[in-house]
């Protein structure tokens, strides 16, 4: 078999001492973040003798337009004033092009379905002639695919004093962002703190006509935005209408209560539309590092307190510490207020449920009594997910509840060694129910 060509070796030399001066316990991700910093490392020494006349805007790309020749304006970051860890004028040591644009078009807009019918239409943007100074002769490996990443999210020496900004909104536009966004993807899983701290997080950003461009299909992406008050018309371009002044083709709009531009706080991918205004309006807006950073303290502390939660579990007591933390990473909090059903008799099994805080029973149809009674660190849910059977009894909350839930897969991947402890839980009066064993759970 022939050798290597000696500038692959070299590349394969390099990763291998990184992995052997780091150790890391998640190969894959690791092994990406190792080569989208090489390659945005490569792009930035490639360009550092093309750039100077370039914008120094972060959040804009090599190919914007000069602000002369536009018909239609793009937003100044430059004037932007808000207190997020990132200011319009912080430089990203992301790759330009690399940034993601999402849309939901809440609030009547007409673009349902945006992210099936075109977020795979992501490209660069080339607005016009000047273009033609930026061809991929000048930048090597910029005909690359982008590699569509998120920053890795390792706590830094200054994560226990960050604290999120915080701007003041009154208590009506509050509630109109939280009915906004609590349905959008990336905020379902927040709990309620850190959702709070996405809200109080978000800053007032002020359209003053129309015509002007919010993003730019093929730019550098740092922002989430979600409408205030007016309307936003969205634009995609296709490959053939990359060089040249056209935006592109109007695919949706989004109205006040709708949002935009979500991807950019997950991924480094170009924004992958252009959104412009239809009049003056008023958006909120919020950072990609400052919700990362919320995510990152999020999940941290999450992951404390289950780990915590888990030692203290006598189901979990004998696996090693870190089988806990699979489980920990995997779990989810939900609550439910007293007398609220957290499972119910007869339905399909698809989540198993420890509790975190609060009472529970279980109760059985016939039955005039609970037949169990849960408190913290007790479990339920086994059965149905051990057996592929229906719920055999419904469990209520006694009081208001904290549960920790995990799913179906997750059961089955991570809670095999405790599998035959689960097996010998007794309930009164349920005897057959686990063809396995003659006293058996019931849910």
Not at 432 to 443: A, E, F, K, N
Request: contains cysteine; negative net charge; charged residues 25%.
């Amino acid at each position: 078999m022939s050798s290597l060509d000696p500038s692959y070796q070299h590349e394969i030399d390099a990763l291998i001492q990184d992995l052997s001066l780091n150790k890391p316990r998640d190969l894959i991700q690791h092994c990406a973040n190792y080569f989208n910093s090489r390659l945005a490392s490569e792009r930035e020494t490639s360009r550092s003798g093309t750039t100077s006349n370039m914008t120094d805007t972060a959040g804009r790309g090599p190919f914007d337009r000069a602000r002369s020749q536009n018909a239609i304006q793009e937003e100044d970051e430059e004037r932007d004033t808000f207190g997020s860890p990132t200011q319009p004028n912080f430089k990203s040591n992301a790759s330009p092009f690399s940034s993601p644009f999402g849309a939901s078009s809440g609030g009547g807009g007409s673009g349902a379905g945006l992210f099936g019918n075109w977020m795979g239409g992501q490209g660069g943007a080339t607005d016009d002639a000047e273009a033609a100074q930026h061809t991929p002769a000048n930048f090597p490996g910029a005909g690359r695919r982008t590699s569509v990443s998120a920053e890795a999210m390792q706590p830094d020496a200054d994560s226990g004093n960050w604290r999120p900004p915080k701007h003041q909104k009154t208590q009506d536009q509050l509630d109109r962002l939280k009915t906004s966004v609590q349905s959008n993807f990336l905020f379902t899983s927040l709990d309620d703190e850190s959702f709070g701290l996405v809200l109080d997080a978000l800053s007032e950003k002020a359209i003053p006509a129309a015509n002007i461009r919010v993003i730019n299909q093929g730019d550098e992406g740092d922002y989430f935005y979600v409408v205030e008050d007016g309307e936003f018309d969205i634009y995609i371009q296709s490959d053939a209408q990359l060089i040249g002044s056209d935006i592109g083709k109007k695919v949706a709009s989004v109205s006040t209560g709708g949002s935009f531009g979500e991807l950019a706080l997950m991924y480094n991918a170009p924004r992958a539309a252009t959104v412009v205004s239809t009049g003056k309006a008023q958006l909120w807006q919020l950072d990609r590092i400052t919700f990362r950073k919320i995510l990152m303290t999020n999940a941290s502390e999450r992951r404390k307190m289950y780990e915590g939660f888990l030692e203290d579990t006598p189901l979990l007591a004998g696996l090693k510490p870190y089988e806990r933390s699979k489980i920990a990473d995997a779990l989810e909090t939900v609550k439910f207020t007293t007398g609220q059903n957290i499972i119910n008799e007869g339905e399909p099994g698809n989540n198993f449920y420890m509790l975190e805080s609060g009472e529970a029973q279980a109760w059985k149809s016939g039955v005039d009594h609970p037949v169990k009674e849960y408190k913290r660190g007790d479990y339920f849910g086994e059965l149905a997910l051990l057996n592929d059977k229906p719920r055999a009894a419904s469990v209520v909350a006694k009081t208001d509840c904290k549960v920790a839930k995990l799913g179906r897969d997750g059961f089955k991947r991570l809670l095999g060694p405790v599998e035959s402890t689960m097996r010998q839980q007794e309930y009164e009066g349920q005897a057959g129910i686990d063809p396995l064993h003659s006293t058996s759970t019931v849910t």
